[in-house]
């Protein structure tokens, strides 16, 4: 590419003669994101397609112009833009070398890379640039492998990482225009709160989706680019309908135990095929595999695993619909939280239990040697038999990994009850998301 094709397409995505689109502030996220750009290292931002990580970037360019960094000192590279031909080292170079001949920036620079897996041999050219401090710099990727283990290669302990994830609820509401100002404020909003909880729950939680009235058509657009930018063409992917296939049963069966084996006579797919997608899947954010908890590595590593989407409303999109899918939803919603938290939390630790009789927990957190939490999601338990069912459940679990903090989370019903001396809380999902005790 020429200069003045490279420039040009700078120019649409940079804020030197035009105010960026940044979208509704991340408000967490970009603090964290600010405060890592005050230190010498390079930041990745990792997460699924389109869970807001160039709208970040963006929101962090506008954040540094307001502390006072002179816009021409910020480049943003879009690797995505088709316009960009023949993506490789080479190329960042031109981009580099075109943006300091035409804007001429004074003092530290600070360059944003998006998607930058889409470029071979990216993390070289990032590690040049940041030993011979010719810049800051952000890359974001929607590849957890790709941007963990080629940057972590060579750069070790000189880069952070920042990992978005879709809307929050508390976000959600937000992006919907309700404000929670105080216990009584949210008190007067109860009904609309539920209402948006329904919606977070059904159509998911994407930023774009919150905004959005086309949301299926919306989600249906995500699903063909992931499968066609992020697996397809980036692990070269020859059995495509076997692909979707899995995708499609993954989608339908979230917060549901699955093995490999299952799976293959289901599927008519060989054993080995549906472990290299599913790993493909993990990834690139789509799906997440919970293993069971125990002390033996080996018993984690053989035994069924939970899979998790990253988004309800992704999977309503592309699965099947069953009668009893609200409860798998707030399920998958628990999950997404306590990954958030676990991302804030490195030393957090998620797993399910289950003993010999098919008594099962559906979360157990653990931090260091200590079993912290026992959460379970009982979406209704007015059902006595099944409320029977997930105590005993609880009460063995309480038992055996010595733990006395345990909750249930449900649709609407809270309160307390005692098992074994300990006290077991009952907390409606919207109460739990918002941190509301």
């Not at 809270?414 to 074994?420: A, I, K, R, V």
Request: glycine share 6%; net charge positive; proline share 2%.
């Amino acid at each position: 590419m020429n200069k003045t094709d490279i420039l040009a397409v700078l120019q649409d995505w940079n804020p030197w003669t035009r105010e960026l689109n940044a979208g509704v502030p991340r408000n967490q996220y970009l603090s964290k994101l600010m405060g890592f750009l005050k230190t010498n290292q390079v930041v990745t931002i990792t997460g699924a397609r389109r869970a807001g990580k160039s709208f970040l970037m963006r929101q962090a360019a506008n954040g540094l112009q307001a502390e006072g960094v002179n816009k021409n000192n910020v480049l943003f590279v879009n690797l995505e833009d088709p316009r960009f031909s023949k993506l490789d080292v080479k190329l960042l170079g031109q981009i580099y070398d075109t943006y300091l001949e035409f804007l001429a920036p004074q003092g530290q620079v600070f360059v944003f890379l998006d998607e930058a897996q889409e470029v071979s041999g990216w993390e070289k050219w990032v590690r040049s640039m940041h030993e011979l401090r010719k810049a800051k710099i952000v890359v974001s990727g929607s590849n957890a492998n790709l941007l963990s283990k080629e940057l972590g290669t060579l750069l070790t302990g000189r880069h952070l990482d920042l990992s978005v994830f879709p809307l929050s609820f508390q976000e959600f509401l937000s992006f919907n225009k309700l404000e929670l100002k105080g216990k009584l404020d949210i008190v007067d909003k109860r009904i609309e709160i539920n209402r948006l909880l329904r919606s977070y729950l059904e159509s998911g939680s994407f930023p774009e989706v919150a905004l959005s009235d086309q949301k299926r058509e919306i989600l249906l657009n995500y699903f063909e680019d992931l499968v066609t930018k992020d697996l397809m063409r980036r692990f070269r992917i020859r059995k495509q309908q076997e692909l979707k296939d899995l995708i499609k049963f993954y989608a339908s069966n979230i917060a549901t135990l699955t093995t490999y084996g299952s799976i293959e006579k289901y599927l008519k797919v060989t054993r080995g095929t549906i472990e290299r997608f599913s790993g493909y899947l993990e990834q690139v954010y789509l799906f997440f595999f919970l293993k069971r908890f125990s002390f033996r590595v080996k018993v984690q590593e053989k035994d069924p695993r939970k899979v998790y989407s990253i988004d309800t409303g992704l999977s309503n999109a592309i699965g099947f619909r069953f009668s009893e899918n609200i409860g798998r939803l707030a399920e998958n919603m628990v999950f997404l939280e306590l990954n958030r938290q676990q991302a804030l939390n490195p030393g957090l630790e998620l797993f399910y239990w289950k003993d010999v009789h098919h008594r099962e927990v559906d979360f157990v957190l653990k931090e260091g040697l200590k079993v912290r939490q026992l959460i379970q999601v009982c979406w209704n338990v007015s059902d006595l038999k099944t409320k029977d069912r997930e105590l005993r459940s609880l009460k063995k679990a309480m038992a055996e990994l010595k733990c006395k903090d345990a909750l249930v989370v449900t649709e609407e019903n809270e309160g307390e009850e005692t098992l074994n001396g300990n006290k077991v809380r009952f907390v409606p999902l919207w109460k739990w998301l918002l941190q509301i005790s």
